[in-house]
Every structure is written in structure tokens, then in C-alpha cells.
């Protein structure tokens, strides 16, 4: 048969949703390489394994199986027996004869449990664009989280109790469910029996969701050393574009709830709200474009998989807001628009917010968050892959103008005029080392190679301090074990 394009074999393949497909020639046995195809299928979304055809570049070339039932065994046996892969899978299979060559199909579905991989993890892979990639050390880490998807926030952790509560995050969580939700029946309760009922706490522990949205500092790193919500606003569409890396950076917080509250009200800058703000910064049943924005501010803090290397991110770009999660959609973006998904990846968070009256009843609140769209005439993108998933805000003809005001407005008075002086050596070094980041003193002596604490402190970071370029993350406690620092708007300027 002559060589044929990929319509055209789809063409006498009709019977099929071809979604995802990868051919091989497997006249007389299985290829090894096969094996890469049903791990990444596994771990993406699916697709047809076709043996009998081969493909060069773009041609197809039905050459047909010699022996389709030994084929067939040996392919669905393998997949079953539980000794190749790490887990049983199984799919279903279809026959064709083409001219008297015999064609077999297979779909691979999507695994429930991820990673699959055949060997070790080392040979776990995945599906980008048409071909298979061995997956990263970091995606593989990812899917292996997504095992506790769902229950992890609810866990109890040893060795905590309710001492490990951030008090002043406690009453401000508990004033605004008394302002925002009065009918709540756990809102006059002790603060000890009011955490155990709500879940912050149980049998004395805190659990995971309750470290994580009202937590001390130091537990919260303790059992989620790498948590951090970034919040950054960006004078231009892009980084390259802005005149400075960003006009405002929210310093590091204590846990969720802290970093929601000033993000929030950060927001507010960005957005009509023509109503009477309420206590959070937006009222509980409005719908302004604060209101669709919180829904998605909700729904990042709560969705986040803590334990990722990466951090939460929200920018405010001129055209556009971004926010960030470590942690994939666990559903096809194909639906995210017509049904409800109702499982979180942190139920407790979820609740808390709920709750306090921040979030949807049911699902991720996307038809929330779409009343953007109306609002503004913006669209709201959602985006994801293993690792992160993204909800971006486009600016619409009814809120770019304030926007855009915001953003140049701040730029403007941000970098009007020159920068008078020069600094030290040390201090230039300093400057141009911190950049856009928050580093501790660790961090410090291994990006400027100094050994010398008391140098850095004494020659560096003092006399920047005292200069305004350099801000602490704790500024009324310079000794704080967790101190880290983060260049202000001066320092930025000088930025090489």
C-alpha cells in the first residue's frame, strides 16, 4: 500500500476518537520503545497505541502485524501481569484488515494513580505534543504528591497543639466570620473548642490545612519549609518590558490567611468596585470585578500544593493578572467550563474559607470567576500541565483604562528623576545579589561566595539598611531566625 498522510489514515480509521495516537511497525514483536508510549499515555491523558503501521516523518505506511494474536497477548498480558509496570493497567483493543494486513489498536486510558513507569521512576514519561519525554525529576515528584490529593490537608500532625497557632491570625479569621457569616454555630465557642470543631485542630494536633492557613511561622516552615505566596506588581505586559522588575512585592507572611487578606486588598487597586467594600474587601454576594477576582485568589490559595518547590504566584502585569499554583487541574480543561468538579486538593482550606464566606459552596467557583468576562469584556484564561496550573485575567475595555492607570501611575512615580549618590563595593554586590528575590543570610553567603556573616552584616547589610536599599522581612526584630531581606524601591533603582 502506498505511503498516506495522517488524514489520510484517519480517514479509514473512522470508528475512533483520535485524540492522541502513536503508530509502530511491530511486524513480528512488540518494540521496546512501546513501553515509553503506555507510560506516557498513562500519565497524560490517553491514547491509541497502533501497531502494523509505520510512520516516517509525515507519511504512513500500513505494513501490517504477522502474527496479531501472539501480538495482542503479549501486549495486553504485559500491561495486566503487574511485573513490568508498577501497577495493573489494562486497555481495550480494536482490529482492522487493510488489503489483508492486519492492523491492531489499543487505547491506553489515563491512569487514576500517578506516576505509572515500568522499571523504576526513573522511566516515567509523558505526552508533549506527539512524542514521549522521559519526565523530570520535579513531575515525577508532582504526580507522586497527587497520591494524597484530596486528604492530605486534613491530616493531623505529632508533636503540634494549638499553641502553634498564629493568635493574631486566629482573631481576625474569627471577626470575619462573626461580620461576614452571624449564623454560623461555632462562632461564640473558646477559641481551643471553636478550632477542634472547624477542623483547624483535632483530638489537640493541628492538622495539615490548619498549619498551613493559620499557623506561626515557624511551624508553618516546619512542615512546609518551602511555603510562600509571591505577590508581585509589574509596571509592563511582560518582565522585559518594565522600566523596574515591579513596583510592589508583598514581604513574606506568616501563612495563608495573612497573605490573602493584603493581596486582597492589593487587588482592589486593579479593579472597579462600585460597591460598599466590606471588611475582607469585597462584599459577600456581589458581583464586581473584585468579586470574580477573589474567587480566583480563593481558589489559588486553597488548590496550591504546598509541598511543590514552587511557590503560589500572583502578578499584576499592565494588561493582565496571573496567578500561579504549583499543583495541575485535576480534570480536563476541556469541561472546566460546562460541569461542577467538587474535590479539592486541600478540602479543609477550602472550608475554612467557606466558612469566613470567601468561597464557592460547591466545585472550584469557576462560574465565579467567568463573571469577569461579563463584567469587563476580558477573557479569563485557565491553563495547566503536571506541575502548575495558571488563571489569568485579561484586562478588558471596561478595566484596562484603570488598570493601566494603576500600573503607569505607580511606574511613574516610581522611577521619575535619578537616583542621587552612589553606593559601596559591598553594597553594589548586595544590591545586584538580592535583585527581585527574599534571601536569608544563608542564601547571601552562597550567591556572593563571602563566608564571613559578620561581613556580610557588618559591611553589607547594615549600612544598606540604614541607606533605605535593603527591607527586612521582619522589621521590628533583626534577630528573627528566619530573617530574610528584599531590595525596596531605591534599592531596586541601582539594580545592575
Not at 506588581?233 to 518594565?242: C, F, N, R, V, Y
Request: aromatic share 10%; hydrophobic share 35%; net charge neutral.
Amino acid at each position: 500500500m502506498d505511503m498516506m498522510t495522517k488524514e489520510e489514515l484517519l480517514q479509514k480509521l473512522t470508528d475512533i476518537e483520535w485524540d492522541d495516537f502513536e503508530c509502530k511497525a511491530a511486524q513480528d514483536k512488540l518494540p521496546e520503545d512501546v513501553w515509553s508510549t503506555v507510560s506516557a499515555f498513562s500519565n497524560t491523558s490517553g491514547g491509541w497505541v497502533v501497531f502494523g503501521i509505520r510512520q516516517r516523518g509525515k507519511q504512513f505506511d500500513i505494513q501490517g502485524i504477522n502474527n496479531g494474536e501472539k501480538t495482542e497477548s503479549d501486549f495486553l498480558n504485559t500491561l495486566r501481569n503487574g511485573q513490568k509496570f508498577n501497577m495493573r493497567l489494562s486497555a481495550q483493543g480494536k482490529k482492522y484488515n487493510f488489503d489483508g494486513k492486519l492492523v491492531l489498536a489499543f487505547f491506553v486510558p489515563s491512569s487514576m494513580v500517578k506516576p505509572i513507569y515500568y522499571g523504576s521512576p526513573i522511566n516515567t514519561f509523558i505526552r508533549t505534543g506527539s512524542g514521549d519525554r522521559r519526565a523530570t525529576e520535579t513531575e515525577v515528584m508532582a504526580m507522586m504528591r497527587d497520591q494524597a490529593f484530596g486528604s492530605k490537608s486534613e491530616q493531623m500532625v505529632e508533636g503540634t497543639s494549638f499553641s502553634d497557632i498564629n493568635k493574631g491570625s486566629l482573631e481576625t479569621y474569627r471577626n470575619q466570620i462573626r461580620n461576614e457569616n452571624p449564623s454560623f454555630p461555632y462562632k461564640n465557642l473558646p477559641d481551643e473548642q471553636f478550632c477542634e470543631k472547624v477542623g483547624i485542630t483535632k483530638e489537640g494536633k493541628m492538622t495539615i490545612g490548619g498549619i498551613l492557613m493559620l499557623g506561626q511561622r515557624d511551624i508553618v516552615q516546619r512542615y512546609a519549609s518551602n511555603f510562600w505566596i509571591d505577590y508581585l506588581e509589574i509596571p509592563g505586559k511582560s518582565l522585559a518590558e518594565a522600566q523596574v522588575r515591579y513596583t510592589y512585592r508583598m514581604q513574606e507572611q506568616d501563612n495563608i490567611w495573612e497573605s490573602y487578606q493584603i493581596i486582597l486588598q492589593r487587588l482592589r487597586n486593579f479593579v472597579d468596585a462600585p460597591y460598599e467594600a466590606q471588611s475582607n474587601g469585597a462584599g459577600t454576594e456581589d458581583e464586581s470585578q473584585l468579586y470574580a477576582l477573589r474567587e480566583g485568589l480563593t481558589n489559588c490559595c486553597a488548590h496550591a500544593d504546598y509541598f511543590s518547590p514552587m511557590h503560589p504566584t500572583i502578578r499584576v502585569f499592565a494588561d493582565r493578572i496571573e496567578l500561579q499554583n504549583p499543583g495541575r487541574f485535576m480534570f480536563p480543561l476541556s469541561e472546566l467550563r460546562t460541569q461542577i468538579h467538587s474535590i479539592p486538593r486541600n478540602p479543609s482550606i477550602i472550608k475554612f474559607f467557606r466558612y469566613a464566606k470567601l468561597g464557592e459552596n460547591a466545585g472550584y467557583g469557576i462560574d465565579k470567576m467567568l463573571v469577569w468576562e461579563k463584567l469587563t469584556k476580558g477573557k479569563v484564561q485557565f491553563t495547566s500541565d503536571l506541575v502548575s496550573s495558571t488563571i489569568t485575567y485579561w484586562f478588558g475595555d471596561q478595566a484596562s483604562g484603570q488598570a493601566s492607570g494603576q500600573v503607569s501611575g505607580t511606574v511613574s512615580g516610581t522611577v521619575s528623576g535619578t537616583v542621587s549618590g552612589t553606593v559601596s563595593e559591598p553594597i553594589q554586590l548586595l544590591i545586584n545579589t538580592i535583585g527581585d528575590r527574599v534571601l536569608g543570610i544563608s542564601e547571601l553567603q552562597i550567591r556572593t561566595k563571602i563566608k564571613s556573616r559578620r561581613y556580610i552584616h557588618e559591611s553589607m547589610l547594615t549600612p544598606a539598611i540604614e541607606g533605605g536599599y535593603v527591607l527586612r522581612s521582619y522589621p521590628d526584630k533583626p534577630s528573627h531566625p528566619n530573617q530574610r531581606y528584599y531590595l525596596s524601591e531605591k534599592g531596586l533603582k541601582l539594580v545592575k
